[in-house]
C-alpha cells in the first residue's frame, strides 16, 4: 500500500522558519513529480510548490516564491518542503502528493493530477 506521510507542522511566529518532510512508503519514489499543496479553512486547495521526478525542476505558486523551497531526495523517498519568512496567510494544513506514474521531467500543478495523498500537517503562523 502506497503511503505518503507528512511532518514538521506546528505553531510559529511571523517570520520563522519551518521545514515539512514527507516520507513515501509502499513503491519507490524516486522518479514521481511530488508536491505541496494547502488549505485554509474557507478556501479551495492551492499549489505551494511541485517539482520533477528527476532533474529537480521546480515551480511554486505566487504567494510563496521567494520564500519557500521545495527539494527531494530520491533514494530516502523523501520530499521536503523549507518554508521562510512565514506570514499568518500561510496558515492552512499542508498536503504532499505524489503522481504515480514515472515523471522525470514533468511539473505538474493541478491537485487533479496527483494520485496519491498524505494526510496533511497543519501550520499555522501566528501574528
Known amino acids: 500500500q502506497v503511503r505518503l506521510r507528512e511532518s514538521g507542522g506546528g505553531l510559529v511566529q511571523a517570520g520563522a522558519s519551518l521545514t515539512l518532510s514527507c516520507v513515501g512508503s509502499?513503491?519507490?519514489?524516486?522518479?514521481?513529480?511530488m508536491g505541496w499543496f494547502r488549505q485554509a479553512p474557507g478556501k479551495e486547495r492551492e499549489l505551494v510548490a511541485a517539482?520533477?521526478?528527476?532533474?529537480?525542476?521546480?515551480e511554486y505558486g505566487d504567494p510563496v516564491k521567494g520564500r519557500f523551497t521545495i527539494s527531494k531526495d530520491g533514494p530516502k523517498n523523501t520530499v521536503y518542503l523549507q518554508m521562510k519568512s512565514l506570514k499568518p496567510e500561510d496558515t492552512a494544513f499542508y498536503y504532499c502528493?505524489?503522481?504515480?506514474?514515472?515523471?522525470?521531467?514533468?511539473?505538474?500543478?493541478?491537485?487533479?493530477?496527483?494520485?496519491?495523498w498524505g494526510q496533511g500537517t497543519q501550520v499555522t503562523v501566528s501574528s
Open positions: 509502499g513503491r519507490a519514489f524516486r522518479d514521481l513529480a
Open positions: 502528493a505524489a503522481v504515480a506514474r514515472e515523471s522525470r521531467f514533468q511539473l505538474f500543478t493541478w491537485d487533479s493530477q496527483y494520485d496519491y
Open positions: 517539482i520533477t521526478g528527476s532533474n529537480g525542476v521546480a
